[in-house]
């Protein structure tokens, strides 16, 4: 006969002991889903809070760095910023620069142009220029590349001249992937008047790539950037765009009787030590990150991954968390000892029948097992109940707490009119203590209940401990003086 | 043929201060096939030689041989679990078990394998005056020499050579304590099992082949 079998006949003829012990079971096992569920609410809504954090990092000048500019004479600094941003923890960064340009085979979207002294550029168009295959824009949506692609890392690396354009723009002129677009400076018409017929650069792109523009137009007079607005790598046009610069600055020396051209520094050398933000992809990622090369990077920058905000805010989830860890530790380490001796007792009382399975020659691990077997389908029962009434309770409890435990915050706002602000601040985004706390959510989630069940599991086991050294050294010799 | 051997056993408890010996350099050869019965007076340490020769307890001093091994050389827990079984004055069935899945339990355990155990165990208890209700009846709803007989059969379940049984009716009335000794004669005769019974009662020990006086710490063959 089977050892299941054994167990269950055992188990429904101690029906009484067995119900009491599920009974200890039920009542302890509440208290342990509520402290589950209180922690791993407390400790998601952490990690949810972090996630609406978005996971950006952005590089913050040190006040009192070495030199004002310094990163642009600092080689070794943009070197290292330039091998940051190849961390595989990173899922996308901006580092963005762009150029105005006149579109030369087509027409620029036009739009009513509400204020009157706000005048468009004819034809007028936007290129944005990234160094990496995506941009914030793009992860987040509000770019949404609806035919062809995005450019690729290899075109990056050759400068290919590859566009993506807005539908909107794309309809006007019936264009499709495959088509190319010309594009002059858009101070071009100007220069030429000085270097008459001898200026005329020009730049090509073949379009690869058609995007709906999502953003959420702020201003009716930005709506037609919004649609002129062209995606490309960004060192496809600085060449170009340095054709301009030259140009201009010629003008100048010419006009004002500047001599010193070297002290131009090309657009691709100022694009290279400009600044990225950086956005991980996992936002628990951020301190080691941040950890793993701020040092390299310290005497210029610091780096922001809005911390301060999030610290401050996520305290009370921390002190919830720590709580609720002791506790835990203190339900689990009462219920060892509670059914250590409950065991202890039980086994006691089953010297005889225990006795008797050692006379007919059972193994002491097998009579071990089966009262180990018989007390977890007790505990599993126990806990089942509790699962309910535990979630129960606990989701009352759980708004208890989160509401007691509001600290006042004294988080320094970042105001827009500050003369330093930070505007690559703006990719942060915005996060509230209710946010934080409405993020506590006590739920007893399947893997969470599957967690308890494993922690019952081991706490059966750690209490069967003690009762089966018991059993080891029981002594089958009793049986026989027994009287029962 | 000897199916049990004891060599030189010596067995002394630890009484206060002293030892107090209870089996002093005791040697005998059990047959096979033959129902013994050992008496004595109380306190003589008879139920101390069944605990030794059931394996229940290694011996100290001396040694006991199964068929020509050593009970060492068999393994205690192997030894009881497949060459022996024990048959007790307070019948110890497994009180949350029915009779038949007793007797399934015990034959689970051998190492000899039997095929249709429940077919086996219900003609076993039947032959024993069991029948199929009261088999599958908990054994706590049976009455002392229904259990006694559960058992008994159960000994026999286990398919094993040597029956050792300690005042297996003891607790029984004169007419049930006749019908259990019938029982213990016959296995003897027809399944040529080796019986020790350990009793005080003379109807008991004058059914033996061989009756066994354990005094002055040695067994000594009264008839
Ligand atoms: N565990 C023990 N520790 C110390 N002394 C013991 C122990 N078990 C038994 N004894 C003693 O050993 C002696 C023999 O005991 P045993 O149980 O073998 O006697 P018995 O012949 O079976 O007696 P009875 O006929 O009353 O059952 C007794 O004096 C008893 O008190
Ligand atoms: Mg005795």
Same mark, same amino acid.
């Given at each position: 006969m089977g050892i299941l079998q054994r167990v269950v006949s055992s188990i429904i003829n101690k029906k009484i002991k067995y119900f009491l012990l599920f009974i200890i079971f039920f009542l302890l096992g509440n208290f342990l889903v509520i402290g589950i569920g209180i922690n791993d609410a407390s400790k998601m809504a952490v990690i949810k809070s972090r996630e609406m954090l978005n996971p950006i990092i952005i590089f913050e000048q040190v006040d009192d760095s070495p030199e004002d500019y310094g990163i642009y004479y600092d080689d070794a600094i943009v070197e290292i910023i330039n091998e940051i941003v190849l961390d595989e923890r990173i899922l996308v960064y901006n580092k963005i620069t762009g150029m105005n340009m006149v579109v030369q085979n087509a027409d620029a979207v036009d739009i009513n142009v509400v204020d009157e002294n706000i005048k468009q550029i004819e034809n007028g168009v936007y290129i944005s220029g990234n160094n990496t295959d995506s941009m914030f824009e793009i992860d987040d949506g509000s770019y949404e590349v609806v035919e062809g692609r995005f450019y690729t890392l290899d075109e990056i690396k050759n400068s290919e001249k590859v566009v993506l354009i807005t539908n909107q723009f794309a309809d006007l002129n019936n264009l499709k992937i495959g088509d190319k677009l010309q594009f002059k400076g858009d101070n071009h018409d100007e220069l030429l008047k000085y270097f008459e017929d001898d200026f005329d650069p020009i730049i090509e792109y073949e379009i690869i790539g058609i995007f709906n523009n999502n953003q959420i137009i702020e201003n009716e007079n930005e709506d037609y950037i919004n649609y002129n607005v062209m995606l490309a790598p960004a060192k496809s046009f600085l060449d170009f765009e340095d054709n301009y610069r030259n140009a201009d600055l010629q003008l100048a020396s010419f006009i004002y009787g500047w001599k010193d051209e070297s002290s131009m520094v090309k657009s691709e050398d100022m694009y290279d030590a400009e600044l990225p933000i950086i956005k991980l992809k996992d936002p628990d990622d951020l301190a080691s990150f941040v950890e793993d090369y701020e040092e390299m990077i310290l005497p210029y920058y610091t780096m922001n991954y809005n911390n301060e905000l999030f610290e401050n805010y996520g305290k009370p989830l921390d002190i919830i968390t720590y709580f609720s860890n002791l506790i835990l530790i203190a339900i689990v380490v009462n219920m060892i000892l509670m059914f250590t001796a409950i065991i202890f007792l039980y086994v006691k009382m089953r010297d005889n029948e225990i006795g008797i399975l050692l006379s007919i020659g059972i193994k002491k691990i097998e009579i071990m097992t089966q009262i180990f077997l018989e007390i977890l389908i007790i505990g599993f029962l126990g806990i089942s109940l509790a699962l309910f009434s535990g979630s129960l309770l606990g989701n009352k409890f759980g708004n208890e707490i989160i509401n007691i435990s509001v600290v006042q915050n004294n988080i320094n706002e970042y105001e827009?009119? =500050?003369?330093?602000? /930070?505007? =690559? *601040? =703006?990719y942060f985004s915005e996060l509230t203590q209710a946010d934080v706390f409405n993020n506590f959510d006590f739920n007893i989630t399947k893997s969470l209940a599957i967690s308890i069940y494993f922690m019952i599991f081991i706490i059966v086991l750690i209490s069967c401990v003690i009762p089966s050294i018991l059993i080891m050294i029981q %002594? !089958? /010799?009793?049986i026989l003086n027994r009287k029962e | 043929m000897v199916i049990l051997k004891i060599e030189n056993v010596t067995y002394s408890y630890k009484d206060g201060g002293y030892q107090r010996v209870i089996l002093n350099d005791l040697s005998y050869e059990f047959q096979e096939g033959k129902f013994y019965t050992i008496i004595g007076e109380s306190g003589s340490g008879k139920t101390t030689f069944l605990s030794l020769i059931a394996g229940l307890e290694k011996v100290k001093s001396g040694k006991i041989y199964f068929k020509d091994k050593s009970l060492d050389q068999i393994g205690y827990s192997n030894y009881r679990r497949n060459d022996i079984a024990l048959v007790f004055q307070h019948y110890n069935l497994i009180n949350y078990l029915s009779a038949i899945q007793n007797i399934s339990l015990a034959m689970s355990k051998t190492k000899k394998k039997i095929k249709k155990q429940k077919y086996v165990g219900y003609a076993l208890l039947k032959k024993f005056g069991i029948g199929k209700s009261k088999s599958d009846?908990?054994? @706590? *709803?049976?009455s002392g020499g229904e259990q006694q007989r559960v058992a008994i059969a159960r000994a026999l379940a286990s398919n094993v050579e040597l029956i050792l049984a300690d005042? !297996? @009716?003891? /607790?029984? %009335?004169k007419s049930t304590e006749i019908e259990i000794i019938s029982i213990f004669k016959n296995l003897a005769l027809e399944y040529n099992k080796t019986i020790i019974v350990v009793t005080h009662s003379s109807d008991v020990s004058d059914q033996s082949d061989i009756i066994l006086r354990l005094v002055d710490g040695k067994l000594v063959e009264m008839k």
């Open positions: 827009d009119g =500050d003369m330093f602000y /930070n505007h =690559d *601040k =703006d %002594d !089958p /010799n009793k | 009846r908990s054994v @706590t *709803k049976l005042e !297996p @009716t003891g /607790n029984l %009335d």
